[in-house]
């Protein structure tokens, strides 16, 4: 089995659903595809994990090869089989009381003061966190409950 990898993280371009729950779990999960990156490029990618620190995610044997000890491969299709295998190289997969990252751009979020204005789909009762690099509102909603299911079942599965 191969030992977890150390965040924070850069997922390639195949792993979009997968950086989202990272960061529903409060991993620092930067995305090849995130508007600010935007890349798909694989030497692109080699170069800004190290620049920054990040440890690849990638479902590409070469790309993995060639990131050496600071890659992860991922081989399942499947999201929640993608997080079995993080979750059984010993990644931490729970979700926090109060979000971390925005699930869109993996900037940090904060809790709305008592009184702001809150997007118009967002529920009038509960903490609502609000995105300070996009500005996009976050509050544990049905899409918070399945996140939570799923990683139960993983965690489950595995007997932890």
């Not at 966190?129 to 990683?151: M, N, P, Y």
Request: hydrophobic share 40%.
């Amino acid at each position: 089995m191969p030992e977890a990898p150390a965040g924070p993280f850069l997922l390639d371009a195949m792993l979009g659903k997968l950086a989202t729950y990272l960061r529903m779990c409060g991993h620092d999960a930067a995305y090849a595809l995130d508007e600010h990156r935007d890349t798909e490029a694989d030497d692109e990618l080699l170069a800004a994990a190290r620049a920054e620190g990040r440890t690849l995610l990638t479902r590409d044997v070469q790309l993995a090869a060639q990131a050496g000890a600071h890659g992860f491969l991922l081989e399942s299709r499947d999201v929640a089989d993608q997080l079995r295998e993080l979750h059984d190289a010993g990644l931490a997969l729970t979700l926090d009381d109060r979000p971390a990252r925005c699930g869109a751009c993996n900037g940090p979020v904060e809790r709305l003061p008592a009184g702001a204005e809150r997007a118009p789909h967002a529920p009038d009762d509960g903490p609502v966190w609000e995105c300070e690099r996009c500005g996009q509102q976050f509050w544990k909603g049905s899409h918070w409950d399945r996140v939570a299911e799923t990683l139960a079942e993983i965690r489950q599965d595995n007997g932890s």
